[in-house]
């Protein structure tokens, strides 16, 4: 059974920064494409960067030069590292592969306010 757990949440105030990281228990973890996702009181999950296995990234335009998404495939994990945050990344975030077919884990929370 493949496990995802989420760390490094927590509560900042506007402006500041957290390092997110998720760690797999995937034996092909490797060749997946990663990717980070949150999801907000009241809203439906979004997906906000992806990693393919090769390093490309990709990232929401409400994240965009904010957040990067890294990897180590050696020790199957996924990290974000999130600057300048907002109010509005306010929400549990999760890991999964890019087709979110993998277990969900149970999050890391992360709460930007004042």
Known sequence: QVQLVESGGGLVQPGESLRLSCAASAIFFSIYTMGWYRQA???QRELVALITSGGNTNYADSVKGRFTISRDNAKKTVALQMN????????????NRQTADLPWGQGTQVTVSS
């Not at 300048?84 to 890991?95: G, I, Q, R």
């Open 41 to 43: 009181p009241g809203k």
């Open 84 to 95: 300048s945050l907002k109010p509005e990344d306010t929400a549990v975030y999760f890991c």
